[in-house]
């Protein structure tokens, strides 16, 4: 084997290897977790050494030059946070925006609405660049196809999902049948498979190439709101449902895996860590849940907001886990250790409807009905910053995958750039 050139992931941080076997390039990912501000680079070095026959003295000098830069990236998120200031006010569609999301290089947004078209939008000039028009309904939900960003995928109240070029505006394939409102859509990580949750209580598996419909799951008794693909290999799909469990399927065939039951009310989200290990999951019913994704065991409950759960998230690295309420607060808990509460999030004024770690996972942001948003230590719950100025309600919110932009849409019909 010969070691070829080094590949650097920024979340969570990590070392790509690339090599030569037999003829063959191949890959090579090394996990850094733990890796933050006051890593010792050196001592980290000498550790991989110490296990991956790759890394010779031969590259040291370059493998500490990968893991300073991999540092950097953290150094920025001290327990003063990182401040952000209006960048840019996109005067975004005629009627109330239902979802936002940025393309990987942090160039690129788009929008959804009740306007029933989704626009793609230059970050820096704050210029539309397309608009995707061909729904004849709401235009709900919005995502791009992660990293490469070149299609996108919009689910619509006329019950139907298409997938675009955004550079084009070109409509690829239009994915039918459902008997309901579509209110969730995704594609997995490898971009060949988009999947749809429904108002008609069912989910949906179509080939991103041809459109064509490959699995219908059937099991929920109630509408599906929330989904996502396992991040690593795209084999598995969750999904949330009003009926208060959530289901794990097989993408290669129609079987349900398993059943996460315990909830006593409708969940309002799901989310999968990134390594595909853990589940999280939120309910009206004042809690949240940990569970593990393989043994479909629970984990965790937590109940220690008083009001609905209506988010959650993990961070990058799927070390900490975070939830938002309708009592006005947020929390973060660890999820790799004993389940206990880190930090609480107090000061929004109404529900906190969104919420989202930084990528490097010192700040969170969250946004709320009181019209604004606001950024936190997540390792102390102090408010590091308050980002006010839209006249209604905030929903939606991300952050760049290079975390310098985070973008807000408010039912004023705006959304808003943060640099």
Not at 108 to 122: A, E, F, N
Not at 150 to 159: A, C, E, L, N, Q
Not at 327 to 346: G, H, Q
Not at 356 to 369: I, K, M
């Amino acid at each position: 084997m010969k070691l070829l050139k080094f590949h650097l992931r920024y979340h969570p941080p990590g070392i790509i290897l690339e090599y030569l076997q037999k003829g063959v390039v191949k890959k090579k990912e090394i996990d850094l977790l733990d890796l933050n501000c006051n890593s010792n680079v050196t001592d980290i070095a000498k550790r991989l050494y110490e296990k991956e026959a790759l890394l010779t003295e031969e590259v040291h000098e370059q493998l500490v030059q990968c893991l300073e830069t991999l540092k950097k990236r953290t150094e920025h998120e001290g327990p003063a946070g990182k401040r952000f200031y209006i960048y840019k006010t996109l005067q975004t569609h005629i009627l109330p925006l239902t979802n936002v999301a940025f393309d990987k290089t942090g160039k690129r947004c788009i929008t959804g609405s009740y306007d029933r078209t989704c626009k793609v939008w230059d970050v820096d000039s704050g210029n539309e660049l397309k608009t995707l028009s061909g729904h004849q309904n709401v235009v709900y939900s919005v995502a791009f196809n992660f990293p490469t960003c070149d299609r996108v995928i919009t689910g619509s109240f006329d019950k139907s999902a298409r997938i675009w070029d955004p550079a084009t505006g070109e409509c690829m394939a239009k994915l039918w049948g459902h008997r309901g409102e579509v209110v969730a859509a995704q594609f997995s990580a490898k971009s060949d498979l988009a999947a749809t949750g429904s108002m008609d209580h069912t989910a949906k598996l179509y080939d991103v190439r041809t459109g064509d419909e490959m699995m219908s799951y059937v099991g929920h008794t109630a509408e599906v709101i929330a989904l996502q693909f396992d991040p690593n290999e795209g084999r598995r799909l969750i999904t949330g449902s009003f009926d208060g469990t959530i289901s794990v399927w097989d993408t290669r065939s129609k079987d349900r895996v398993s059943v996460l039951e315990g909830h006593s009310g409708e969940i309002s989200s799901v989310q999968v860590s990134w390594d595909s290990a853990l589940v999280g999951s939120a309910s009206l019913d004042g809690s949240a849940r940990l569970w593990d994704a393989r043994s479909a065991t629970c984990l965790a409950t937590v109940a220690d907001h008083s009001d609905e759960v209506l988010d959650i998230c993990f961070d990058w690295a799927g070390q900490r886990m975070a939830t938002a309420s309708s009592d006005c607060s947020a929390r973060v808990y660890d999820v790799r250790a004993d389940f206990r509460e880190l930090a609480v999030m107090k000061g929004h004024r109404e529900e906190v409807s969104k919420i989202c770690f930084s990528p490097a996972g010192g700040t969170l942001l969250s946004v709320s009905a009181d019209r604004s948003a606001r950024l936190w230590n997540a390792h102390t719950g102090n408010c590091i910053q308050v980002l006010s100025g839209h006249q209604g309600e905030i929903f939606s919110c991300a952050y760049s995958y290079g975390g310098d932009a985070i973008v807000t849409a408010s039912k004023d019909n705006t959304c808003r750039i943060w640099r």
